[in-house]
């Protein structure tokens, strides 16, 4: 949990329908709008959640994966009425494929922050007691996994600097040197990671796992903050499936760029989307300034 987040404080059930909601909006939803509000609050929360970090991974991964992603599709897609010139390949250049570009890129990035918040906030201890008991054993696997990354990239740390004091250090001297210090960095993680797998088989073993009438200890209890929440996402979900079952978020791309953008209707779904993906960060604000008020009082 961020203790810097109060989202992160609620339900497990509240933070798995919220990244359910706007992971699966993101990704159904092309209209142009809803793909910027989805985007700028994905950022906005990948900054609030991960800080100085955020900013190194929007730079080195996020916006580059922006671009080359909106400029490979239109070297592939062709479609479209409206023809800018003519590739060397002889194919033309669309102004619809060229959008459809950037509309898939910001998509991409997109789902690729919302799933980095979703893994700063939903733990792998709230991932248990949520599947727990309908998939004991996937859910096992699916959490072991989410925590063995940052564990391994850990423990590889400390293995390269425990090398290094014994003069193994694999980022300086001759090509050979370095490639055998990194082969034996690999070999002691190898090692490391089947010694904690099988400690963790016989740990689960031992304390009943996948026995029915097993019981589990949780600390997570759904008050009134959670379900009240939980209608708000619940209203928002219906509400915005009914907009776009309805056409109020009707875009296209091809064969030519068509949909709907400033109707009452439609501008209702899109603040309604706004709100739902802005909830966790409407939420900081309200804590933060409760806290600032706390303090003043004090």
Known sequence: MN????????????NILYFGLVIGYTMFFMHPVCLLISLFCAVCYYICLNGRRAGRFLIWYAVPTLLLTAIINPAFNHQGIHILGYLPTGNPLTLE????????????????????????????????????????AMSLVISMTLRFVPRFKIQLEAVKEAQAGLGRDSSSGSLWKRLKCALSCFSIMVTWSLENAVETADSMKGRGYGLGGRTAFSIYVLTERDKGMLLWFTFCGFYLLNGSLSGGLFWRYFP?????????????????YFALCMTPLIMNRKEERAWKSLQSKS
């Open 3 to 14: 203790n810097q987040d109060a989202f992160s404080g609620y339900h497990p059930l509240v």
């Open 256 to 272: 030519s760029i068509r949909g709907v953008l400033m109707e009452p209707l439609t501008v209702s779904f899109e603040i309604i």
């Open 97 to 136: 494929s060229i959008l459809y570009g950037v509309a898939a890129a910001v998509m991409l990035v997109s789902v690729l922050l919302w799933f980095g918040c979703y893994t700063a906030v939903m733990t792998s201890d709230k991932f248990m007691y949520l599947f727990g008991r309908m998939i004991p």
